[in-house]
């Protein structure tokens, strides 16, 4: 399993970032995914999942209506689209597919994300 996140950077509250997650090494299409993050001195949480083949979105109440989770089966790739970002949504963000996660352990570097003025 490799996944790599990227998109991360340096945002001003209310602004916008778009998350990409590349993968390889498993087959993408047959998995559920999601979006986590870790803030500071915070355990990680999960954001947002998608369906294996994105019929179906679920979202943490925190992100409700201001992140839209996304994937491309045929790219292997999943998208979080983040919008009226706030400070508190500041953490390194990655992705997975649980079932994988729990099973191997394995996760990305992660891209860091911080939103402040």
């Known amino acids: 399993v490799h996944l790599v996140e990227s998109g991360g950077g340096l945002v001003q509250p209310g602004g916008s970032l778009r998350l990409s997650c590349t993968t390889s090494?498993?087959?993408?299409?047959?998995?559920?995914m999601s979006w986590y993050r870790q803030g500071p001195g915070k355990e990680r949480e999960r954001v947002a999942t998608i369906s294996s083949i994105g019929d179906s979105t679920d979202y943490d109440d925190s992100v409700k209506g201001r992140f839209i989770i996304s994937r491309y089966n045929a790219k292997k790739t999943m998208y979080l689209q983040m919008g009226s970002l706030k400070s508190e949504d500041t953490a390194v963000y990655y992705c997975?597919?649980?079932?994988?996660?729990?099973?191997?352990?394995?996760w990305g570097q992660g891209t860091q994300v911080t939103v402040s003025s």
């Open positions: 997975n597919a649980p079932t994988l996660a729990a099973l191997t352990g394995s």
């Open positions: 090494g498993f087959t993408f299409s047959n998995y559920a």
